[in-house]
């Protein structure tokens, strides 16, 4: 691994566990203004310190990160249809190379749809997008996603889904966790890291964190479950406590109700 791309990796999956807490906040991106995300800089501003990587767009970051914040950045890099539109699926690339290098980037993002009506057109702008990025040494992360089709989160899907990603060079690849998380895992020859998904209790997400490590995910990359919590420093924290120091659930929960 050339040693730019080597040094922004270890900026997102920490060297010294594998693992990486990443904070999604680009929701915004396809949902506006997401409930607890309508003020991003507020959401953003409590709970940024506790995360080793922070996802987002380019117009939060401006608008809603200090520069002077020295948290990671990884830049979702894709977009082009909203919630209310006729098909997730049309995405392409919305933000350039030049433009993640301006801004400082640790990694750019963007979705790959496979099995959806845009499958070609995102593998493609996939592609393109890691020759670019190989260009500059900045690297890709591939997120699998499955738009309102969630009946496709099963392991056989999700392993097409992420070796396709890894095959068309991402260099880690986003994805849900499901049941045999690990034959998912086995077959991605680039680490894996697990979205959150949509708010439930905080156990259950804890423990979809834990299984996720556990499986073999480097790490996850949460959003919702994070500032949708009435106690969003306490999740985080709880949630690096399963990440990097390998607490269980109940551990981790204590840090919650503790709070
Ligand atoms: C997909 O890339 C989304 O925009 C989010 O980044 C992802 O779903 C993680 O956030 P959450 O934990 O809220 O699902």
């Known amino acids: 691994m050339d040693w730019g791309l080597e040094s922004r990796m270890a900026r997102i999956i920490r060297p010294s566990t594998g693992r990486g807490v990443m904070l999604a906040v680009d929701h915004g991106y396809f949902m506006g203004p997401t409930n607890h995300l309508e003020v991003p800089s ?22 809603s990160v200090p520069a002077s914040s020295a948290v990671p950045v990884v830049l979702r890099v894709s977009g082009g249809s909203s919630i209310i539109g006729k098909d997730l699926s049309n995405e392409r690339i919305t933000t350039g190379m030049r433009e993640a290098v301006r801004l400082n980037a640790s990694a750019v993002a963007m979705s790959i749809f496979v099995g959806a009506a845009y499958e070609q057109k995102t593998l493609v702008g996939l592609g393109k997008l890691v020759d670019e990025a190989s260009e500059v040494g900045m690297p890709v992360l591939a997120v699998t996603a499955v738009g309102k089709e969630l009946e496709k989160r099963d392991a056989r899907y999700l392993s097409l889904a992420c070796r396709i990603a890894a095959e068309f060079g991402a260099n880690m690849v986003k994805t849900y966790y499901c049941e045999d998380f690990e034959k998912v895992v086995e077959s991605c020859p680039v680490p894996i890291i697990v979205a959150g998904g949509p708010k439930v209790s905080e156990r259950e997400a804890l423990e979809l964190v834990h299984n996720s490590v556990s499986a073999g995910a480097a790490g996850v990359d949460m959003g919702r479950n994070i500032w949708q919590s009435d106690r969003p420093v306490p999740m985080i924290k709880a949630v690096r406590s399963i990440v990097h120091d390998n607490a269980s659930v109940d551990e981790a929960l204590e840090l919650v109700n503790s709070s």
Do not use: F, H, N, Q
């Not at 507020?42 to 608008?63: E, N, Q």
């Open 42 to 63: 507020k959401t953003i501003a409590p709970i940024v310190d506790y995360c080793d990587s922070l996802m987002l767009t380019r117009g939060v970051l401006r608008t």
